[in-house]
């Protein structure tokens, strides 16, 4: 099983995110689940969310505790939150920021900011984040979170985040090398 926790804050889209890439590795033959991590947050407060993947029935109903990938969507939270906090050995994190921070571990940044702008028109990363996900890891294929993208969203809306999703992909790809 492989188990991933996303960071962001409220109306980022954090919920969103890991919903779609349970989604996606349903699509790609996987059991999935996914769940958010609520209390009093509000708009701009930091928010969890958490998906589940794997190739047998997840009967597990907890919190990840201990990750093997960390979705950061706000770099603002590294000085507030522990990121890192349980990431299993040989973990990636995935991190939307312009800046080095190979110092926290196995980090893979990319500026989701800027492509969610440009491509989307607002600054929400979610969907720019699971491209990157899927450049940074080898575990759930592009087609797939495309799919799951697609579906959720329609019209202009639709193309918009699935321009950015493989903008973010082949990025990170390319920066994977």
Same mark, same amino acid.
């Given at each position: 099983?492989?188990?991933?926790? #996303? ?6 889209? *954090?919920? !969103? @995110?890991?919903?779609? $890439? *349970?989604? +996606?590795?349903?699509?790609?033959? =996987? #059991?999935?689940? +996914? #769940? ?12 969890? &969310?958490?998906?589940?993947? /794997? ?20 770099? /603002?939270?590294?000085? /507030? ?31 989701? !900011?800027?492509?969610? $702008? ?13 491209? *990157? #996900? @899927?450049? +940074?890891?080898?575990?759930? /294929? ?21 321009? &950015?999703?493989?903008?973010? =992909? ?8």
């Amino acid at each position: 099983m492989k188990e991933i926790r #996303f960071h962001g804050r409220g109306g980022q889209g *954090a919920v !969103t @995110a890991a919903e779609l $890439l *349970a989604v +996606a590795a349903f699509y790609d033959g =996987y #059991f999935s689940q +996914a #769940f958010p991590a609520f209390g009093v947050e509000r708009r701009g407060a930091p928010v969890l &969310a958490f998906t589940r993947i /794997s190739d047998k029935k997840i009967r597990l109903r907890s919190h990840i505790y201990n990750p093997d990938y960390v979705i950061v969507q706000d770099s /603002s939270l590294i000085s /507030s939150v522990n990121i890192a906090e349980g990431l299993k050995y040989g973990g990636v994190i995935v991190i939307n920021s312009t800046k080095d921070l190979r110092e926290l571990g196995n980090v893979r940044t990319i500026d989701a !900011t800027k492509i969610s $702008l440009d491509t989307i028109g607002r600054p929400i990363t979610n969907t720019t984040m699971l491209g *990157a #996900f @899927a450049g +940074a890891v080898d575990l759930i /294929s592009i087609n797939s979170i495309k799919r799951a993208v697609g579906e959720r969203f329609v019209g202009e809306l639709r193309e918009k985040n699935i321009q &950015a999703v493989e903008i973010a =992909y082949n990025q990170m790809k390319e920066l994977n090398r």
